[in-house]
């Protein structure tokens, strides 16, 4: 046929006869031990095979060559790579690509058993039962979908995910690829996906398709692989699954599912194309195969073999892992924190010191009743307690090894020297991933609950979520076992609580007459104080039953519980009722009686104090709450004469007499005018020493100590100033 000797930049898969020499010579190479028929559907991509085998030996065996060959070691194990250079048609979107694995439903929810829309397949590692009736694995994963269809969407919805984070680029990845070609190689794995329905057939019974098809999912180089295949005008779907004939030229319907047939007339479609058109790389008004002719072959990693086929999946995420967690191409929050979470339970695998299935259900890969101690009678707020507690002691855990672990993979300071952002990244971790097993994630900032004290590590009580929740109303260990560690995960998978944004200005709720009301700023610590409040007690249980009644029932809204803990259905729960019945003002710190402040009658000198009297003073400070009516030092106003430090001036303080409302107002008056004069003359003096310091002459005006402490101190007081508008306003609309 005259098209197949057209020539051009696009190559036609070779024959089979050098096919078949470059599969044994793959199969030959020590090292390798993947199924045959995933080299069988990686061949016709191979552009000349034969440049990457080497001399046959002695006994007329040829191999890969050395160059060919290259051997990656990750924290979850080692594989074998071939590099070979690859049409650039070839690969497939990967749908367990962990930067958009969370626009999935994961298995490691209970409830998506019953038609779920976009439901993760569960990936295993690739096996056969052998002559003597043994289960082999070999380098190659294995998943299952309904039916061809459901194949298909699946690369397809990876496609339009990826299109989302590809919108972060600072350049345009397709055009930069149309220009310059394609850099760096990607890395694709072999996976098998069998047809759970039968195929369809055709009037004399035959089957249309394939019941299971092979496919090279990209590992590294996903957006590559898409904006490859997004300027041949194929889509993933289509190479793993069949080309309609009409991409092909032909002029009868159809689909072409061997990748021998259709690359050969895709390629000679292009090739004429190229020969027939003048070369315009416009995106609207340049041919599709000029745009593509610097992508018509790309170097790419072939995975042919590892010591440890039962941790493929692990092994090859491993190595991704490390490309994506920070930027340029950083995950999203819920993705980076999944990401880190599974990199941690691939190495506790790894060191054996976590079974497979256990890392299976943990990551998100198996469902939770698949847990060694998981009985077939527990509803799913069990098992979802049963996974996130796992996952707690795994990333908190006691044992010293493990701490030496989590210390390495996710470069952290000694394991007594935790530092709060690395706790707060571990907590989001734990929070990212026990979303999984909830209908939909939620921000893993939720999970930023702990202090430093955790860095030793959860110990938890052992007791049953049943046994828990019957006592908590009167076994305090209980109580805070729940509070502590559950439902902050229970509220925010409901969308009662949500970590503080951080803005100045209050966040809308809709009350229940329809209006809408301003919700003050609330960090989650302060959601859990608020319940734990004594007063609060019954009806704090009350709602954590209630969540976990509302989960058990199909993750209906829950129900709102009287003062008693009761539960009042048909009156959903909501943010705002939430806020209310838990205001933010509450806390378990007893409160004390206030002191009368003293009448300052005269102000001198204060010796500086040092370093132990500041401590004493600050641990005081910390324990006691200041007087109400304490005054506050006001700083000189811009444009007056600036006083010593140890001589500025403090207002007197109110009579001793009861302050009625008004005294009271006009005394905070003035201590705003103060604090706002104050922070102008600031500012001011700040821009003197800053003029200073551009000097390069002169020694820096202030040293790294006292600037830290400085920072502090402002960042305290800011923090304290915050809240006050909202107080203000308060008051105001109740008078």
Avoid at 654 to 674: C, K, N, Q, W, Y
Wanted: with cysteine.
């Amino acid at each position: 046929m005259p098209e197949a000797v057209i020539e051009g930049p696009f190559p036609l898969p070779a024959s089979k006869e050098c096919q078949e020499e470059w599969i044994e010579a793959v199969l030959a190479t020590d090292g390798v031990n993947l199924p045959r028929g995933a080299l069988e559907n990686a061949a016709p991509f191979i552009a000349d095979p034969r440049e990457s085998l080497g001399e046959p030996d002695s006994d007329g065996v040829r191999r890969l060559k050395g160059g060919a060959v290259r051997r990656i070691r990750t924290d979850a194990g080692e594989m074998l790579v071939a590099v070979v250079r690859m049409h650039g048609v070839g690969g497939v979107l990967w749908s367990h690509n962990e930067r958009i694995s969370s626009i999935w439903r994961s298995v490691a929810d209970p409830t998506v058993a019953q038609g779920t829309e976009k439901t993760l397949a569960s990936v295993r590692p690739w096996s056969h039962v052998d002559d003597e009736g043994r289960e082999c694995f070999l380098a190659a994963l294995e998943s299952s979908v309904p039916n061809r269809q459901a194949l298909i969407m699946d690369a397809e919805d990876a496609a339009d995910a990826l299109l989302k984070y590809d919108r972060q680029r600072k350049y345009d990845l397709g055009e930069d690829l149309v220009l310059n070609g394609q850099q760096e190689p990607g890395m694709y794995v072999p996976q098998h996906i069998r047809l759970q329905e039968n195929p369809e057939v055709d009037m004399e019974g035959n089957p249309i398709h394939p019941d299971a098809y092979w496919g090279w999912m990209a590992v590294r180089g996903n957006n590559r692989t898409q904006k490859r295949q997004s300027i041949f005008r194929l889509s993933s779907g289509e190479v793993l699954a069949g080309v309609p004939a009409e991409k092909l030229g032909r002029s009868q319907g159809g689909v072409v599912c061997d990748p021998q047939v259709w690359l050969a007339e895709f390629s000679t479609l292009l090739n004429r194309e190229f020969a027939e058109s003048e070369e315009d790389l416009d995106p609207k008004t340049g041919a599709r195969a000029h745009r593509a002719a610097a992508i018509a072959v790309v170097e790419a990693h072939l995975v042919i073999g590892t010591p440890t086929p039962q941790r493929l999946y692990r092994i090859v995420q491993m190595s991704n892992r490390r490309d994506h967690v920070n930027p340029p191409l950083e995950f999203d929050a819920v993705g980076r924190s999944r990401a880190l979470g599974r990199g941690v339970l691939g190495m506790y695998v790894a060191r054996q010191l976590m079974d497979e299935k256990t890392a299976e259900v943990l990551s998100g890969l198996a469902p939770i009743r698949e847990l060694p101690d998981a009985s077939s009678d527990m509803s799913v707020s069990e098992l979802r307690d049963r996974r996130s507690m796992a996952l707690l002691q795994a990333l908190f855990p006691t044992e010293p090894l493990k701490r030496h672990l989590l210390q390495r993979a996710l470069s952290e300071n000694p394991p007594s020297q935790l530092k709060a952002t690395e706790i707060h990244q571990r907590a989001r971790a734990w929070s990212a991933l026990t979303s999984e097993s909830y209908p939909k994630p939620w921000n893993p900032r939720i999970g930023e609950i702990f202090t430093t004290k955790i860095r030793d590590g959860v110990v938890l009580s052992g007791r049953p979520l049943p046994d828990l929740l019957a006592s908590a109303h009167t076994d305090n260990d209980a109580f805070e076992e729940l509070v502590s560690y559950r439902a902050v995960h229970w509220l925010a998978s409901f969308g009662l609580v949500e970590p503080d944004r951080g803005s100045l200005d209050g966040q809308e709720a809709i009350d229940d007459t329809g209006g809408r009301v301003a919700r003050g700023r609330r960090t989650v610590t302060n959601v859990l104080q608020a319940l734990r409040h004594e007063k609060k007690r019954m009806m704090a249980v009350g709602v954590l039953r209630a969540l976990v009644a509302a989960m058990d029932e199909g993750d209906r809204r829950p129900w709102r519980v009287s003062s008693n803990g009761l539960q009042l259905p048909g009156r959903e729960m909501t943010p705002l009722w939430f806020d209310m019945e838990f205001p933010k003002e509450m806390g378990t710190r007893p409160r004390k009686a206030p002191v009368p402040a003293p009448s300052v009658q005269a102000t001198a000198p204060a010796p500086r104090a040092t370093a132990p009297a500041r401590e004493q003073v600050r641990a005081q400070a910390e324990t006691d709450p200041p007087p109400p009516t304490a005054p506050a030092a006001v700083l000189p106003a811009q444009g007056t004469q600036a006083a010593h430090p140890a001589q500025l001036a403090i207002p007197a303080s109110p009579p001793p007499s009861p302050p009625v409302a008004d005294t009271l107002m006009v005394r905070i008056e003035e201590l705003i005018h103060g604090v706002s004069d104050g922070s102008t003359e600031i500012r001011r003096l700040l821009q003197v020493l800053k003029s200073r310091a551009e000097d390069s002459s002169a020694s820096p005006p202030i040293t790294r100590g006292r600037a830290d402490a400085a920072v502090r101190r402002l960042n305290q007081t800011v923090a304290r100033l915050r809240e006050l508008p909202e107080l203000l306003e308060t008051m105001a609309e109740s008078e």
